[in-house]
């Protein structure tokens, strides 16, 4: 090694200090029944319904990074939205796009509001 060589003191990264963990966030996934992303239906109309819905939610800037990240999921023309947002006007934005596209009768809102109590502002969250 060259820093070894030139009698420099040689730095080694360490492990991170908090690991992501979203394994509790997808503990609702696990549930027998419960429709999973990778269940999504191939047709082009659930494949055009989620391309619009997912469009309309990543455009809206005023969405945290968390709510651009919701699962939207399509079979035959209903339309299943899960994952956790920071907010309930989050989730009722998310909502109303999926309904716009899909059909108020036709989502299924499956969001939860997490309650960050940290004080941090999500690094995702664009304020315009």
């Known amino acids: 090694m060259l820093a070894a060589a030139l009698g420099l003191p040689l730095l080694v990264a360490g492990p991170q200090a908090t690991q992501p963990d979203n394994t509790k966030n997808n503990a ?5 029944g419960a429709p999973t992303a990778d269940q999504a ?8 319904t989620m391309k619009l819905i997912r469009r309309a939610i990543v455009s809206d800037k005023s969405l945290s990074t968390s709510a651009h990240n919701v699962k939207v999921i399509a079979d035959h023309g209903k339309v299943t939205l899960k994952g956790p ?12 796009e ?8 036709n989502v299924d809102n499956q969001i939860t509001v997490k309650n ?3 004080g941090r502002a999500d690094p995702g969250t664009s304020r315009q």
């Open 85 to 96: 947002v920071r907010s309930e006007e989050e989730k009722r934005a998310i909502q109303a």
């Open 28 to 32: 609702a996934d696990r549930a027998a």
């Open 41 to 48: 239906k191939n047709d082009r109309p659930d494949r055009e």
């Open 98 to 105: 999926a309904a716009k596209v899909a059909g108020a009768e």
């Open 116 to 118: 960050d109590t940290s």
